[in-house]
Nanobody, 121 residues
Framework: QVRLVESGGGLVQPGGSLRLSCVASGAINLIDRQDWYRQAPGKQREFVAS???????NLADSVKGRFTISRDNRKNTCDLQMNNLKPEDTAVYYC???????????????WGPGTQVTVSS
């Protein structure tokens, strides 16, 4: 079974930084794309960042210049470095990945349980 787990969330003051990590484990053949999403209270889940297997990254306009996504394909990890955090970045952050499990012929989408990020003074 494939499993994603996020870590690194917490409480930070405006202007501060946090680094989120997502680890994929289990019977994994290949991880295609890894994404980060977030969901603030009372709002829909929104895209934050993505990184393909080939190293192409994409960021939402609201986080460009402040967030960076990176992945380590050997360790099956994907990190989100968040700098200059703002109160509006407060949300539960979720890791999502398109993974081809061992023995499968196509990818499936997997989600982690989420990690809370709170930006407040």
């Amino acid at each position: 079974q494939v499993r994603l787990v996020e870590s690194g969330g917490g409480l930070v003051q405006p202007g501060g930084s946090l680094r989120l990590s997502c680890v994929a484990s289990g019977a994994i053949n290949l991880i295609d794309r890894q994404d980060w999403y977030r969901q603030a209270p009372g709002k829909q889940r929104e895209f934050v960042a993505s990184a393909t297997l080939g190293g192409i990254t994409n960021l939402a306009d609201s986080v460009k210049g402040r967030f960076t996504i990176s992945r380590d394909n050997r360790k099956n990890t994907c990190d989100l470095q968040m700098n200059n955090l703002k109160p509006e970045d407060t949300a539960v952050y979720y890791c999502n990945a398109l993974i081809i499990p061992i023995g499968a012929i196509r990818s499936d989408s997997y989600w982690g349980p989420g990690t809370q990020v709170t930006v407040s003074s």
